[in-house]
């Protein structure tokens, strides 16, 4: 593909309202729009978390033609499971409380669904990126103590990495830290060279 150069250099979109994922973008010094995709996020009958993460990430980054005629998009999209249970945003203290019990002593395993879609030609590309982390035996006051700090009742399965949430871990397993955080941007930076926009 060829090299975009600042003539031809269409918008890039980051198709999310997360302001987790705006700061983990902003680490690429690259200049980009924020847009609100407002898709239906619900799962399809007998759908793997795996297969719907990949495509709520690729329609919301669709969802930016609708606004762009010349854009790059990027959509993402993230679940967190512990063996066969999904654990979504909690919402609330008691649901948070809920799963961090429930990921004590356990793995979680947070499945990022990533898309980078060209609104002017209709080009995706599209991945999913798999990053594990292990929680300590968590006893209730840690629990509460941690809740208390972090409130990461708008994250999936109850915790920030990046914040205080790091300290209910034993370890991190993955090729991408940002991941977890909801933007796997070792990923994305290829999908944008791929695209012809050079990050470095």
């Known amino acids: 593909m060829s090299l975009i150069t600042e003539k031809n250099k269409p918008t890039l979109v980051l198709a999310s309202t997360s302001p987790f994922r705006k700061t983990v973008l902003e680490r690429l010094h690259l200049s980009f729009e924020l847009f609100a995709p407002n898709i239906d996020e619900s799962a399809k009958p007998g759908e793997k978390p795996e297969a719907l993460v990949q495509r709520l990430a690729k329609e919301k980054a669709m969802k930016a033609k609708e606004h762009y005629d010349h854009a790059l998009s990027i959509g993402s999209d993230q679940m967190a499971v512990v063996g066969d249970t999904i654990l979504g945003k909690p919402g609330c203290h008691d649901r948070a409380v809920e799963q961090l019990r429930m990921a004590s002593g ?3 395993d947070f499945l990022t669904g990533l898309c980078l879609y060209n609104t002017a030609t209709g080009e995706s590309q599209t991945d999913i990126v798999v990053f594990s982390v292990h929680f300590r035996q968590l006893q209730d006051v840690q629990i509460e103590r941690y809740l208390q700090k972090d409130k990461p009742y708008h994250c999936s399965g109850s915790f ?41």
């Open 106 to 108: 356990r793995q979680v």
């Open 160 to 200: 920030k990495s990046e914040g205080f949430g790091i300290a209910l871990l034993d370890k991190m397993e993955g090729t991408d830290p940002t991941a977890v955080i909801g933007l796997p941007l070792i990923r994305l930076v290829r999908m944008l060279e791929n695209a012809g926009l050079q990050v470095i």
